[in-house]
């Protein structure tokens, strides 16, 4: 399984929540500014939930998170699920930078890294307007 990272401004936490007895989760969503601001949401699970508590509203953060996918009663669901979450390294720029703000693998192969697709679309400028 492939994991990501992603850096960003937290922008909001949610409470924990109970789904059974024996198991929990918890909400949290990462702002990625730029001229189209994302808002990505993570889950963390069981004893991870509490490792968003040591962050505010409005800090920089990195989530170290993988993808999980289940299908149920023929729906498909998918979660970003965190696994770490440290202070980040960069400060989110309002105007938003690529490098700065965009996701990284950590895993070689799969999906470009963010900055590399920006590259590769500012080479190719064939459009007839």
Not at 61 to 79: A, C, I, M, P, Q
Request: with cysteine.
């Amino acid at each position: 399984m492939k994991s990501f990272d992603l850096e960003g401004k937290l922008h909001k936490v949610y409470e924990t929540q109970s789904k059974t007895q024996t198991f929990q989760t918890r909400e949290f969503v990462v702002e990625q500014s730029g001229p189209y601001p994302q808002f990505i949401k993570f889950q963390l699970t069981q004893e991870r939930c509490d490792i968003i508590s040591n962050y505010k509203e409005g800090d920089t953060v990195k989530v170290h998170f993988d993808l999980r996918g289940r299908e149920w009663n023929d729906s498909y669901f998918t979660n970003l699920n965190a696994w770490k979450v440290e202070a980040g390294s960069a400060q989110v720029s309002p105007e938003g930078n690529a490098q700065e703000e965009g996701f990284t693998e950590i895993v070689d192969g799969g999906f470009p890294k963010a900055t590399d697709e920006v590259a590769q679309a500012e080479e190719i400028d064939d459009l007839p307007f």
